[in-house]
């Protein structure tokens, strides 16, 4: 090998653990007796206590520092350096850093005696130092950790209220432990076993003992897995409560004891069921769970493991997880092990049962883990069911031939044995270990390395010899095996269905396992808002609502004729001041003599009031504009000529210009203001959607356009346009609306997602998904901004993508729901109370005028209910936030039963105390001591009433579906369509098919329209939109007579339709056809009155000139030419009309002005003209 193949090792890394001092360890008091660790030793002389502390890592002995005497109220200086040499030879040093602690004892040298050869000692206490710090890039941390009391210790007599004693502790190294790539590329994983709940009812708390244990791979390389073993599971009663605060024990914590067993400042979060991640989340499961954690058995791990994985093993994980999304997660029962008191088993001082490391009950929970390909998502927390292991539902679940069990029963069994984490006892002899001993004892500093280079070489070995190749050495299954293994993997040789006895248990009784996997840095980042808003800033760049202007030539002028305009402002309103009665007054000719002398006064006036300064000053900076930028004078003229000759230029120019702008401010004066326009905005996008729905497509154009050229900076405009371009198929011109829009409004929800679709269609999918990605973070909140990310993500095939989005609406959709049934709780809460406060004030008036003979009133029986007791009653509305209004009528008489004053108090007062109890599930037993000893709960207390969960009125396919619709994009319709029939909260319902049949009817697909309206008339046979959308179906097929009675059952029903417009003008112009001119002007009027317009009006007119209501038909038509101006059908009814009351010239206009606008109605234009020839005029070509 070269020098260039070498690879460079980093030299080992000194971890310094620098204890500084120890603090309240005061033990005077207790010195006069008998230490309750040493038998027969007695107090201490005086108040001086020596103290030694010893540091340890894992089963290493890293020092103890020499004797420091401890006076009280004094800190005791202990200045100690252990050092733990970090190798970086083996890739697994920082993971052992990780998830190991230093762990300090502080023992107290008792005084010999005087026939004592040897110093006794007593441990007092001990805390446990965290190295994660310095896995995490840093390289000096400092603690002040506080000493927990050893079993018998003296600082356990310490007061709760009392100083706690402490150490302060400082680590470091020289050098980060991590370099810049891995700090960037390298992730830390910290998983945490809580519980295991609903465990098999076989399991008890009487007779023989087991030990539980959990593993999980984790891949520690790019093509190696180590299983992690959680073994210290203990099986404990429903009456044993957990702490409302429950901190994480250590994986391996050595030699620790106690409390030291805790990791500090690391509790469990207590996470709400909404927001978990697992299984167990329906409202049946909560009742299972709440029963499962109250009253049955669990098994108890509460332990944290952190696992360090750099670059390739980060890179591995995430490609196993988006190869198969489920991981497993093993649970087992071990047997305790049986070792001689005292030595360590395979020592030669013990032996292992019959049963080593033989598992039983072996069950498996399969974890999905697609959640962490979320983008920014770091950590899942859930319930996770717990299955009978076989290795056929391993390999059809996660893609693996066979589990972790057996090696993680020998090293759980190992690890109960306080042995080392290998699957089999070490094979050292006393050589080797009195070596190390020795070296400890010289005060070698220990290496990570050297300590776990037998333990990581046999793990990796035994892991092989679990996993075999097929046909190759090694295959035969291992004798020791438990049973239910070999019947597992024996029913599999022999092709029969895989059988887990025991394992089945779990799944009969329903037993789940709570788990926690959590990473430093998402495996996918997650784009900040802020890197989106730029990529969409860069896609499109943010119109300014107004132009920018640069000075220039013609911008001084403009900004001199400004002045000019303003300066003859103030003159003509100086002149009128000092004049303008003289000249009311006098009617007389001016002549010469008197304008000359009004002029002279006013120039006097001027120039004595200092205005004439001001006026100059005015004008002065525009001048100077004029200079620079027009002429690019900017330095002083040095000959007196040249100076001359520019003055008179600059004259002139300024004379002329002077008169320009005179003209334009004289000529602005006699212009007639402009008039307001007729039509607002509004109106305006409702004349747009008529002439859309009518299929008058180039006068919806106008309309749309109209609206953007009346105020260009409305992003709504852009928006509504880009809308009907979509459904004109117009995408080039589509994208350029929505393109403006944004431009206008970076934040436009609507847009910023449509334009998004139209890069979907364009197959720019990149682009497609920053703008989907910027509307979810500018409404974090929106159902519909995270459904069409959801739509996106199906289009590119992208699952967990999709999934992620999904997930997230779904949680907006409930968080909504469960407003909507608060919301209508305490409305009804409210009318209650004024209802009760009405009723009380006439029982009141009652009383007062029944005088001195009315009975007395005993106040203390009736007990107001609090703001809690009003809920019960209305909550059970609150499962559906859709609830009519006889249904509310019901549930309010349910709640006037529950709530009557002839109630006994005592009831009352068990109701309300149940209501004000906190939300937690309660148990059967209180807590009467912290040692858990349980006491009855009162029977008289009933069980609190459990609210149903709200129920979202509709899907959060159904909700995006409708704005789909309204918006045109077509291609994401359908494949929210098809959400919507596979959702469980959809299906064919009626909704689905109504909104089905709009799509097609935009796809002008009608058979297919009308199937489905008749399967949705099927589920509700009254619904208006069915019926109004089966008329139009019929009216664009030509089946007129159909198309009637569809509508006319629509408008008779008592609640309209969705869009009731298009229903009476197609209605109207059906009775037009018809000849039932009486019914087509009623149901015309009626569209007037709720929205009018040109179309609605026109309608009103014909109707009225059929019947010969010549009056009330020209006012019809002429408010339809108010609307609308340039409908040449208007014109030619204007001219009819004309024709029939004798008005030659405005028949004559009226038709001119037909004629000028196409008239292409060949009907009327022929009627016109029979008329013209009846009447002799109305045709300037006669």
């Known amino acids: 090998m070269t020098e260039v193949d070498v690879p460079q090792t980093r030299p080992p890394e000194p971890l310094s653990i620098h204890i500084v001092k120890a603090s309240n360890l005061k033990l005077t008091k207790i010195d006069n007796g008998q230490r309750p660790s040493s038998g027969t030793s007695k107090g201490t002389k005086g108040d001086n206590v020596q103290i030694t502390v010893k540091v340890e890592f894992g089963e290493k002995v890293l020092g103890e520092s020499p004797k420091v005497d401890c006076v009280p109220d004094t800190p005791a200086e202990i200045d100690y350096t252990a050092t733990l040499n970090c190798s970086f030879e083996d890739p697994l040093v920082l993971d052992e850093i990780s998830y190991k602690p230093v762990v300090l004892t502080v023992t107290e040298v008792l005084p010999k005696e005087k026939k004592q050869k040897e110093e006794k000692t007593a441990q007092l206490g001990q805390c446990t130092v965290d190295l994660l710090p310095l896995v995490k890039g840093a390289t000096k941390h400092h603690y002040n950790l506080v000493i927990n009391p050893l079993p018998g210790s003296p600082l356990e007599t310490i007061p709760p209220e009392g100083p706690k004693p402490e150490m302060e502790v400082v680590i470091s190294v020289q050098e980060s432990l991590l370099e810049g790539t891995q700090i960037d590329q390298g992730n830390l994983m910290t998983l945490t076993i809580e519980s295991l709940y609903s465990p098999p009812e076989s399991w008890t708390m009487t007779g023989s003992q087991y030990a539980y244990a959990a593993a999980l791979p984790i891949p520690m390389s790019a093509d190696k897995e180590t299983p992690v073993v959680f073994a210290n599971g203990a099986l404990k009663p429903s009456i044993d409560k957990e702490p409302p605060n429950r901190q994480k024990k250590w994986a391996v914590p050595g030699s620790a004891q106690g409390n030291s067993i805790y990791i500090p400042e690391s509790f469990l979060p207590p996470d709400n069921i909404d927001d978990e991640d697992g299984e167990f989340k329906s409202k049946d499961d909560r009742e299972h769970r709440h029963t499962a ?35 497993p997660v093993e649970v087992m029962r071990l047997p305790q092990p049986a070792a001689a008191k005292g030595k360590k088993p395979g020592l030669g001082g013990g032996k292992f049962k019959d049963d080593e490391g033989s598992i039983s009950y072996h069950g498996v929970a399969f974890v999905n883990l697609a959640p962490l390909l979320y983008p920014g998502v770091k950590r899942i927390r859930g319930a996770y069911k717990v299955h009978a292991y076989t290795d056929h539902a391993m390999h059809e679940k996660t893609k693996r031939k066979t589990g972790f069990g057996e090696e993680a029963g020998k090293i759980a069994f190992n690890i109960l044995n306080r042995n080392s984490a290998s699957p089999f006892p070490k094979k050292a002899g006393k050589e080797g270990g009195e070596k190390k001993e020795k070296e400890v004892k010289k005060g070698r500093a220990s290496s990570i390395a050297q300590h776990h280079e037998h333990e990581r070489s046999m793990s990796i070995a035994q892991h092989q010899q679990a996993n075999p190749t097929p046909g190759g050495p090694g295959g035969q299954a291992p004798t020791e095996a438990s049973q239910t293994i070999k019947s597992d993997t024996g029913s599999e040789m022999e092709g029969q269905p895989p059988v887990n006895v025991e394992g089945q248990q779990y799944v009969d009784a329903k037993a789940y396992v709570m788990l926690e996997i959590s990473l430093t840095r998402p495996l996918i980042p997650k784009r900040p808002p802020e890197e989106l808003a730029r ?36 003159i003509l309103d100086e002149f009128r001041d000092q004049f303008g009665d003289l000249l009311k007054v006098d009617d007389e000719p001016q002549t010469v003599e008197a304008m000359e002398s009004r002029r002279q006064k006013l120039i006097y006036e001027l120039n004595s009031s200092g205005k ?129 829009c944004i431009a206008i409004d970076q934040k436009h929800l609507q847009g910023l997602l449509l334009y998004g679709v139209v890069c979907t269609l364009s197959e720019r999918n990149e682009a497609a998904e920053t703008f989907f990605e910027a509307a979810t973070c500018v409404d974090p909140k929106s159902i519909l901004a995270w459904t069409m990310l959801g739509l996106f993500y199906d289009a590119v095939n992208n699952e967990i993508g999709a999934e992620m989005a999904y997930l997230e609406a779904n949680k907006l959709n409930q968080a909504a ?223 007129v007579e159909a198309s009637r009675d569809c509508y006319e059952r629509t408008i008779s029903f008592t609640s309209d339709a969705a869009e009731m417009h298009s229903i009476y003008l197609r209605l109207a112009s059906i009775y037009l056809q018809e000849e039932k001119f009486s019914n087509a002007k009623n149901t015309f009027l009626m569209a007037c009155k709720r929205s009018p317009s040109c179309v609605s009006w026109l309608g009103v007119g014909i109707a009225c000139y059929r019947l010969g209501e010549l009056a009330e038909s020209e006012d019809a038509l002429s408010e339809a030419n108010i609307l609308n101006n340039t409908d040449p059908e208007v014109w030619g009814y204007l001219s009819l009309v004309c024709l029939k009351t004798g008005r030659q010239l405005e028949a004559e206009q009226a038709y001119k002005y037909a004629l000028k606008l196409n008239l292409s109605d060949y009907d009327l234009l022929t009627e016109i003209q029979h008329v013209q020839q009846d009447v002799g005029f109305g045709n300037p070509e006669f």
Not at 646 to 672: N, R
Not at 1005 to 1012: C, D, G, I, R
Not at 1019 to 1037: C, E, I, R, S
């Open 535 to 570: 990529r969409v800033a860069e896609y499109i760049p943010p119109r300014p609502l107004f132009p920018k202007r640069t000075d220039g030539a013609q911008r001084a002028v403009e900004d001199f004729h400004n002045q000019v305009g303003s300066v003859a402002n103030l």
């Open 293 to 327: 954690e109250t009253e049955k058995l669990r098994v108890t791990w509460n332990t944290e493991r952190r696992c360090y994985l750099d670059s390739l093993a980060t890179k591995s994980f995430q490609d196993k997880i988006a190869k198969c999304r489920y991981w």
């Open 612 to 740: 004439y300064f001001a006026f100059k000053e005015q004008l002065k900076y525009a001048v100077v504009k004029i200079v620079r930028e027009k002429y690019l004078k900017t330095s002083a003229f040095e000959d007196r000529q040249e100076l001359q000759t520019f003055l008179s230029e600059l004259y002139v120019y300024l004379i002329d210009q002077m008169h320009v702008a005179l003209g334009k401010f004289l000529a602005l004066e006699d212009q007639a203001p402009i008039p307001k326009p007729l039509t607002d905005s509004a109106q305006l996008k409702h004349f747009a959607r008529e002439a859309e729905v009518n299929g008058n497509y180039e006068l919806a154009t106008k309309y749309y356009q109209e609206r953007i050229a009346r105020n260009r900076n409305d992003p709504s405009h852009w928006f509504d346009y880009g809308t009907f371009c979509l459904y004109i198929n117009d995408i080039t011109k589509a994208e350029e609306c929505f393109k403006e």
């Open 817 to 1039: 729901a469960v407003a909507e049934a608060k919301a209508l709780r305490d409305d009804d809460v409210t009318k209650e109370r004024l209802a009760r406060g009405e009723h009380e004030s006439e029982d009141k008036e009652v009383d007062h005028d029944q005088g001195g003979l009315a009975p007395p009133s005993v106040p203390d029986i009736k007990q107001p209910s609090p703001p809690s007791s009003d809920k019960p009653p209305t909550s059970a509305r609150s499962g559906k936030g859709s609830v009519s209004d006889t249904r509310r009528m019901s549930a309010s008489k349910r709640s006037d039963i529950h709530l009557r004053p002839e109630q006994s108090p005592q009831l009352q007062g068990s109701k309300i105390k149940t209501e004000s109890s906190t939300s937690r599930p309660g148990s059967h037993y209180k807590m009467g001591s912290q040692r858990g000893t349980p006491q009855p709960a009162e029977e008289t207390e009933e069980p609190p009433i459990r609210e149903p969960t709200p129920v979202p009125r509709c899907s959060i396919y159904m909700q995006t579906i409708e704005w789909l619709i309204e918006v045109k994009a077509v291609p994401f319709t359908e494949r929210a369509l098809a959400h919507e029939l596979l959702s469980p909260m959809g299906g064919p319902t009626s909704g689905y098919h109504i909104n089905y049949a709009r799509l097609k009817l935009q796809k002008k697909e009608y058979k297919e329209a009308e199937n489905s309206l008749d399967e949705a008339l099927q589920f509700d046979y009254q619904n208006p939109d069915a019926w109004a959308l089966m008329g139009h179906v019929k009216y664009m097929t030509n089946d």
